[in-house]
């Protein structure tokens, strides 16, 4: 495991996973030890954390359980670039510049929220990002 997951936010992952929670939590290893665990170098930006999530879609679920680690990426959108629902979507919003090695065309996807996105400071669950999941409800 390479994240440091505080016990409190583990009950909202109990509760919410799969599903549309994102998890910040601090890194356990170095950069350097990151490329030995299969996950790109620079994966948390300089910033010592990273968003873990557990996809909703089986097919991503079955695909990272297939690979034997976890499916790391990047949004599919710029944060002021609005969401992305379709492939053309996102290859619209990256190119020219930083189109990905692959892309998996899962299709139209439903328009919903960007998942909630949470994190814990001083002891407490702080929400970076409000999306469908509502903690106060879980």
């Known amino acids: 495991q390479v994240i440091q997951f505080d016990p409190l936010i583990m009950r909202f992952a109990d509760r919410a996973w799969p599903g549309a929670l994102t998890i910040v939590g601090e890194l356990r290893i170095t950069n350097n030890e ?3 665990k299969h996950l790109a170098r620079y994966v ?13 879609l089986p097919f991503a679920r079955e695909l990272s359980e297939e690979l034997g680690r976890p499916i790391v990426a990047t949004s599919a ?5 609005g969401e992305c629902y379709t492939l053309v979507d996102v290859l619209q919003q990256l190119k020219p510049k930083y189109l990905p090695d ?3 065309d899962g299709g139209r ?5 960007p998942s909630t996105i949470i994190t814990v400071r001083g002891g407490h669950i702080v929400t970076l990002r409000q999306g469908p999941i ?3 409800k879980l």
């Open 34 to 36: 990151l490329r030995n």
């Open 44 to 56: 948390s930006a300089g910033t010592g954390t990273v968003g873990v999530r557990v996809s909703a």
């Open 77 to 81: 959108n710029y944060a002021d670039g």
């Open 102 to 104: 692959l892309c998996i």
């Open 109 to 113: 996807l439903r328009r919903r929220k």
């Open 134 to 136: 509502s903690i106060g």
